[in-house]
């Protein structure tokens, strides 16, 4: 166990023991409690664009503050879809003036995630997407994953896709195998 000093905002101490802790203005008994750093999510699905209803980019902040979460990563997967320079565009400034966390938007890998076209990798990153997915939708194309991945590549950009293919996991609830067989369920 020890002991952290914060002065003005900033950690000036950290260890086993602190002298300078005795004089301190607040002292927080953190026994069984865990200090963290900021988390980051990775994966959030906003109302915002198309959905405020639901949830906008103030109220996901407000959320992810609330629990801990110092940034979140926004998915592609809105409607209107964050397929183009304008709605990457559009989150950036939109949540730059209403979260109390730093949010960063992704791009849709495919043109309406639909996976059949890719859309402008190159300059929706230049305008803020800090990887490319099509969220919950995976590219059935192999070819077009194959092209997507090779051109994202070109611009060092992070690929992220649904390892899924819906043509074998139909109507299946686990992964194949002897176990499946043995349950008498359907298995991919």
């Known amino acids: 166990m020890g002991g952290i000093l914060i002065e003005n905002g900033l950690i000036t101490d950290i260890g086993p023991t602190i002298t300078k802790a005795t ?30 209803n639901k949830e906008t980019l103030e109220t996901a902040g407000d959320a992810a503050a609330a629990g801990g979460v110092t940034t979140f990563i926004v998915m592609p997967d809105t409607d209107p879809v964050l397929d183009s320079v304008a709605l ?31 859309s402008e990798i190159g300059l929706i990153k230049q305008a803020g997407a800090v990887f490319f997915t099509n969220g919950d939708k995976p590219v059935e194309d192999a070819g077009v994953l194959r092209r997507a991945m090779s051109y994202a590549a070109s611009f060092d950009v992070l690929v992220a896709s649904r390892p899924d293919t819906p043509s074998l996991s139909k109507n299946t609830v686990m992964n194949a ?6 349950l008498g369920l359907r298995g991919a």
Do not use: Y
Request: hydrophobic letters at 45%; zero cysteines; aromatic letters at 2%.
């Open 23 to 52: 004089a301190a203005d607040v002292k927080i008994d953190a026994k069984g409690k865990a200090l963290a750093p900021g988390l980051i999510d990775l994966r959030v699905k906003t109302g915002e664009p198309g959905a405020e």
């Open 88 to 118: 990457v565009d559009f989150i950036k400034r939109r949540a730059d003036g209403v979260a109390k966390v730093k949010v960063h938007p992704t791009g849709g890998l495919t043109i309406g995630l639909d996976g059949a076209k890719m």
């Open 177 to 182: 195998g002897a176990f499946a067989a043995r």
